[in-house]
């Protein structure tokens, strides 16, 4: 292939100059160019190697169907791989180079796959290394050899410097595709008044008609119709857009390329944005792609698509050879072929069909067009490039007679008629109808909001296409007139693109899906095979499984599925399309919520007096809480133990806001109340709260927490931090669906509430000192609350002990939680008041045999976590049937005990549990739940869920952690560890 | 994604509520102690295909339970309403 410029024509700005760069080498450039053209301006036939065979490769087309021309685009962080240089608008700077290739694109050792081809076809890893060899490691060692050899591009490895955007759009309608129907489309419904999204993938407006002949009529058509477009402000126009996804209610996914045409974004500008758009209606105008022929030899660089070397020539003027050899089943080769003729270049024409079309014929003649009809091409000869046609006489049914013509030339294109790019329509909408007169799935006109115009609905004229879109834009304005023969619909099609000998081998290698290089003789060998369903032949073969999903070989793998079995295509089916349209870049879906963007981070009020105070943070939930206030030179272990030991003899406190609060409010909130929780509500007096137990309809335990009566009709819940929002939406189902006679309101108020605990036997003496109220134990007992003010805001005080000790819950307006907590360490300097994290609250908490999270855990009961005693038998609550399932009250199910470590070193939650004598296999007896080093016991312990737990105190038995793979022997004992008559916590 | 029409805030993204069960289904009488039928309200459930009621949360907007008519096949929504409000 001799391709050059040409002197004149193309949309291209001459008078600037760019350089690109492919492979290390510079290739002279304008405006307006793709990396494609520029390579084929500059000679560069050759651009990769292919996926498995690693045969040479060109250019095949000129948009976004192209399967060979993938390039690494940019270098260092802004590497890309998988860029279609068909895709890629050439800029100053920009550098490729070819993929798939070691150690050079024209030396290549993997070509040597191509000798091993008859091993290496359907169902090759499979058959290798799944059959024979399951079981065995050969699989894994093949692999990464198979996986270096077998690919497409490197993907990056570095951290991506650019920005990308999300954006949320609403319009009235959508115009996908700006070529003549969808700008018609777009003008109709812009004069009407709708807001109209117009996008268009090309940087430019127009489709099909930028590749029409510079000068052409529709030249100055698209001119005006830009400019009106441009005077509508109802109208917006996205270029360098691609709508990959239509998804239900009409909500699309666009993806544009703000910044990709250009080295790096300029400042501010993100290199893509995502674009999220629900429309009211839909306009598809996407077009049609062409289909190749299948021959021998069908993927030697030099053998394109006809409509793309139309494209080379009228928009980028470049013609891609001198001696062309066209191979067509329709009409639509004809007119590229006398443009190609007049460009000066010598060209064949292979018509399959016997009569050549008489209104091309005078034409091609006059244009010195060699016209062979009843011809076709049955083999390409050339290795890195076209050397020769085999052209062979072909008779009804495509069967070949005689020998072949060997036509020396450098070109070689098919015209196997048209597929729409019903992409977006099938996503939608599943299976199109086919139509047998133009050997093409079609979507209907109209479907639903969707309405489909132009070639996609392989409309036969401009003037069809351009009635069409304006129809389904509104037909405002006046009707645009437009002839010409930018007709992309090859009319008079025989349905034949498979050229093969009278034995239906073809001789040498004919390529069905070039990006995935699945071969005529794959399909054919999954045929053998006995495979029908087209899904399944599509994963056994690969076929359409690329990047570019099979835009230029889905149709020809199925015809010839049909034709092996002997069906019409219909029969065998189509596969379904599923977003998106092309790749999108994961960092654009991504936008902006990574890192700490993804989603928000959930701080305290006190969160900045923890962290001025050096508080080692931890992520709970959304949360971020403090975990342990180190002293120097301590560890998360020391820091604890000091910590909870420090509760146990002075006074600490703890930032516990992250508690869900829940206001519960109305005159049935008590009744409501005694049915969610399984413990009596109906009679907690006012200033008073009651730790309460929450069930599953399905009888396991859901949360815990407790509620405060504030007045008559006025109660404030806790909940546990994890399942703030879960208990919420619970409550309001129940009311809004099922109790809507209850007239009770909940209401969130975990936002609006500050909550700080102060445990220890001196927090009564500091809260005294600080607030000055009556705090004894006859003034303020366990499980009452007190309004006080500390500092001058009022806060409630409520007298309840997590942590066993003597303590109270402090709520305080959020907004002054940190002046409180500030209050508090200065009262609190005679008493020697402490803060404690996260971790030193547990371990009180694990003392005390207190359940959280790790023991609520979706899978225990009330019996199961010996909590039964709360259970009213004189109501029914949420739970209360099912709980008592057969299933449910096994006394060998797990229940919780508490676990002394034998030894100095702690066990590991999750460590499962067997019984002394036991083989340590399987899953055990039970499960660890929480782990700590008790400093009131100078012990390691436990909480665990262990099979007969509570009849088994005193046993020995093995605790096992397969993960960290140690093991331990424990003590079965009460989980009530530290103080279980509660002495200190009455106190 | 699915826009469905909420009675309070008018058509928002699917990904402002949470999908909470059939709507058909009836939660028991609290007073009803045979456990046969609250273990076919937890556990007995059609999957239907075609059109169904069912209940969504405008968990992210308005917070109100409501009870949409959609066909689960096609993802065609007909309407929607506030569970409170519909007949029990």
Known sequence: ?987 | MLRIPCPVCGLRDETEFSYGADATVRLPDMNEADPKVWHDYVFIRDNPRGPHKEYWHHVSGCRQWIVVHRDTLTHEIFGSALAREVAA
Not at chain 1, 318 to 328: F, K, M, P, W
Not at chain 1, 648 to 654: A, D, F, L
Request: a positive charge.
């Open chain 1, 1 to 987: 292939m001799t391709a050059r410029r040409l002197e004149t024509g193309g949309r291209i700005d001459r008078s600037r100059e760019l350089t690109v760069k492919f492979d290390g080498k510079s290739l002279p450039a304008h405006p307006g160019d793709t990396l494609a053209s520029a390579l084929l301006a500059g000679g560069q036939q050759m651009v990769g190697r292919s996926f498995k065979y690693h045969r040479p490769r060109g250019v095949v087309a000129a948009g976004v169907e192209e399967p060979n021309a993938l390039v690494h685009l940019r270098s260092g962080d802004r590497h890309e791989p998988n860029a279609q240089a068909t895709m890629v608008e050439a800029f100053d700077g920009l550098t490729s180079t070819p993929q798939n290739v070691w150690p050079s694109l024209q030396f290549d050792v993997g070509a040597v796959n191509g000798l091993l081809s008859r091993f290496l076809g359907a169902g090759f890893y499979y058959k290798t290394f799944i059959g024979p060899f399951s079981g065995t490691k050969y699989w894994m060692f093949c692999e990464r050899f198979i996986r270096r050899a077998a690919g497409m591009g490197r993907a990056p490895t570095l951290p991506d410097p650019d920005h990308y955007e999300k954006i949320n759009a609403f319009c009235d309608v959508l115009i996908v595709g700006a070529g003549p129907a969808g700008i018609s489309a777009a003008l109709a419904a812009g004069r009407k008044g709708d807001n109209v999204f117009l996008v268009e993938q090309d940087r430019d407006l127009g489709g099909s008609l930028l590749s029409e002949p510079l000068g052409a009529p529709s030249d100055a058509w698209l001119a005006q119709a830009r400019a009106e477009l441009d005077g509508l402000p109802n109208v917006r126009v996205l270029t360098r857009t691609t709508a990959f996804g239509a998804y239900d209610c009409e909500v699309f996914g666009l993806l544009e390329r703000v910044q990709d045409h250009v080295l790096a974004p300029e400042e501010g500008k993100p290199r893509q944005r995502y674009w999220v758009v629900r429309a009211k209606r839909a306009v598809l105008a996407t077009g049609a792609i062409e289909r190749p022929m299948v021959f021998a030899g069908n993927d030697v660089p030099g053998v394109m698509l006809t409509s793309a070397v139309r494209s080379y020539l009228n928009r980028y003027a470049v013609l891609a050879g001198e001696r062309i050899v066209i191979s067509t089943n329709n009409d639509s080769a004809y007119p590229a072929a006398i443009e190609f003729a007049k460009a000066g270049a010598r060209v064949t024409i292979c018509d399959l069909r016997a009569e050549a079309p008489t209104q091309f014929v005078d034409s091609a003649k006059k244009a010195g067009i060699d016209l062979r009809p009843g011809h076709a091409v049955l083999k390409v000869s050339g290795g890195k490039g076209v050397k020769a046609a085999h052209v062979v006489r072909i008779g009804p049914g495509g069967k070949i007679k005689g020998n072949a013509t060997r036509i020396a030339c450098d070109l070689v294109t098919g015209s196997g008629g048209w597929a729409p790019a019903l992409h977006l329509w099938s996503q939608r909408f599943g299976k199109p109808q086919f139509n047998e007169e133009l050997d093409a799935f079609l979507p209907p006109a109209e479907k639903g909001t969707f309405s489909c115009v132009g070639s996609l609905i392989g409309s036969p004229s401009l003037r069809d296409t351009l009635s069409q879109g304006h129809e389904a834009g509104g037909a405002v304005g006046k009707e645009p007139a437009l002839f010409g023969h930018a007709d992309h619909w090859g009319r008079n099609l025989v349905p034949l693109t498979v050229i093969a000998k009278v034995n239906g081998r073809t001789p040498g290698k004919a390529f069905v899906d070039f990006q995935h290089d699945v071969k005529l003789a794959d399909i054919d060998q999954a045929h053998l095979e006995g495979y029908i369903s087209v899904e399944h032949l599509k994963r056994y073969t690969t076929s359409g499984m690329a990047a570019d999903q099979g835009k230029t070989s889905n149709l020809n793998a199925l015809a010839r599925m049909a034709e092996l079995r002997g069906l019409p295509i219909p029969s065998v089916g189509t596969t379904t399309f599923r977003p998106p349209y092309t790749p999108v870049t994961i960092g654009a879906v991504v936008g902006h919520d990574h890192g700490l963007n993804f989603r928000p981070t959930r701080l305290t009020t006190i969160h900045g007096w923890h962290q001025d105070n050096g508080a080692v943070m931890i992520e709970t939930g959304a949360w971020l809480r403090p975990w342990y206030y180190p002293a120097k030179r301590e560890d998360i272990n020391d820091a604890y133990i000091r910590e909870a030991a420090h509760v146990r003899e002075h006074v600490g406190i703890v930032d516990v806001s992250t508690l869900g609060k829940i206001a519960v409010q109305g005159p049935d909130a008590a009744e409501f109340l005694n049915r969610i929780y399984v413990n009596g509500f109906k009679t907690l007096p006012i200033g008073r709260l009651r730790y309460g137990i929450m069930l599953r309809e399905d009888g396991f335990v859901f949360d815990d927490g407790a509620t405060t009566r504030l007045g008559d009709h006025d109660y404030f819940m806790t909940t546990t931090t994890a399942n703030a929002a879960n208990v919420l939406a619970r409550a309001e189902y129940l009311l809004q669906t099922a109790w809507r006679n209850l007239n009770v309101h909940v209401t969130s108020v975990s936002d609006q509430w500050c909550a700080i605990a102060i445990a220890g036997p001196k927090s009564r003496a500091l809260l005294t000192a600080l607030t000055g109220a009556e705090l004894s134990n006859e003034a303020l007992p366990n499980n009452h609350f007190a309004n006080v003010t500390i500092a001058g805001v009022s806060c409630r005080l409520h007298r309840m002990s997590f942590s066993g000790e003597l303590a109270y819950e402090l709520y305080i307006p959020a907004k002054r939680g940190r002046q409180i907590w500030e209050a508090l360490m200065a009262a609190g300097e005679p008493f020697n008041l402490k803060p404690y994290g996260l971790e030193a609250m547990g371990a009180l908490r694990i003392e005390k045999g207190h359940i959280t999270g790790s023991e609520i855990e979706g899978r225990t009961t009330l019996k199961d976590l010996g909590l039964e005693g709360f259970a009213s038998s004189k109501k029914p609550f949420i739970g209360s049937v099912l709980r008592k399932r057969p299933v449910l009250e096994d006394p060998a199910r797990p229940s919780l005990v508490g676990l002394e470590i034998v030894g100095d070193t702690s066990t590991r939650a999750g460590s499962l549990l067997y019984a002394l004598s036991a083989p340590t296999k399987g899953h055990g007896e039970g499960w660890v739940s929480s782990v700590t080093y008790s400093p009131a016991l100078k012990k390691n312990i436990a909480m665990a869920l262990l099979s007969r737990g509570p009849e088994r105190h005193g046993e020995t038995i093995q605790v096992v952690d397969f993960v960290g793979g140690q093991s331990w022997l424990a003590k079965v004992v009460s989980h009530h560890f530290f103080d279980p008559e509660g002495k200190r916590q009455n106190g």
